[in-house]
């Protein structure tokens, strides 16, 4: 299982924190480097929760979603939402909005749960993106088990 894992962690991923609140007022947030894109027509977006996180049953009744796609220097709040605590959001830089959008990252999707699909030992979220924005700057990369960071381009020279 270990070998696993690390030829998995091999493909390098970005990293966003998937958020969510109910109509309860219950509010979870977990990190993960399983999202991606599905279809743009309709635009659908994927992720992959784990059936033993804490925070299942929160995300499986909200039945809907943000996916805060991180930047590069956000690995605290990478860190911050895969640990378990009992307030996750507190002293974290929210946007106003219904659901929990974090202040300054690359790119959000606010989704609705389309389906949610057995995936082994993982819930697989299927959402409809109802509204999206972005940001320039570089993004929080995850790879072999470390967050990495881009180096700056160099210049080509006008080489091919």
């Not at 974290?92 to 995936?119: K, N, Y």
Request: charged share 20%.
């Amino acid at each position: 299982m270990r070998a696993l894992r690390e030829a998995l962690g091999q493909f390098a991923t970005g990293v966003a924190v998937i958020t969510t609140s109910t109509e309860e007022g219950d509010r979870a947030g977990v990190t993960v480097n399983s999202f991606t894109s599905v279809s743009l027509d309709p635009p659908l977006v994927l992720w992959c929760l784990s059936n033993r996180a804490p925070s299942a049953p929160v995300f499986l009744r909200a039945g809907r979603f943000v996916v805060n796609v991180l930047a590069a220097g956000q690995d605290h709040l990478s860190r911050r939402f895969a640990t378990p605590s009992p307030d996750k959001f507190a002293g974290v830089d929210l946007l106003a909005a219904p659901l929990p959008i974090l202040a300054g990252t690359l790119a959000t999707f606010v989704c609705r749960t389309e389906r949610v699909h057995d995936g082994g030992d993982h819930h697989i979220f299927v959402g409809a993106v109802e509204s999206y924005q972005r940001a320039e700057g570089e993004p929080l990369v995850f790879h072999s088990g470390r967050y990495r960071e881009f180096w700056p381009e160099m210049a080509m020279d006008g080489a091919a």
